[in-house]
Nanobody
Framework: QVQPVESGGGLVQAGGSLRLSCEVSGRTFSSRTMGWFLQAPGQEREFVAAMSWSCNPYYADSVKDRFTISRDNAKNTVFLQMNSLKPEDTAVYSC????????????????WGQGTQVTVSS
């Protein structure tokens, strides 16, 4: 069973940086696309970034040029480096897996982690 566990969230001032990690149990990590989504209070979950099993990254327009996704298949871990953070980035960030090589749809991802809170103060 695939079970992601996120870490690395916290409180940061606007313009600061955070690095999120998501470690995934199980043997299928290297054959899965890994995605990051955010959910702000009262809002629906939104796509942030994903990286296919062949290490092709893709991003939401709102974070392109500020966030970088990477993965370490040897450690079953995917990372999200977040720079130039803005108050509107405040949300719970969760990772999930997908069998599709490219998708931004929440419905195409499964095995969701509990999430990690990111709070950006102005």
């Amino acid at each position: 069973q695939v079970q992601p566990v996120e870490s690395g969230g916290g409180l940061v001032q606007a313009g600061g940086s955070l690095r999120l990690s998501c470690e995934v149990s199980g043997r299928t990590f290297s054959s899965r696309t890994m995605g990051w989504f955010l959910q702000a209070p009262g809002q629906e979950r939104e796509f942030v970034a994903a990286m296919s099993w062949s290490c092709n990254p893709y991003y939401a327009d709102s974070v392109k040029d500020r966030f970088t996704i990477s993965r370490d298949n040897a450690k079953n871990t995917v990372f999200l480096q977040m720079n130039s953070l803005k108050p509107e980035d405040t949300a719970v960030y969760s990772c999930a897996t997908s069998l599709l090589r490219v998708s931004r749809r929440e419905a195409d991802f499964g095995s969701w982690g509990q999430g990690t809170q990111v709070t950006v103060s102005s």
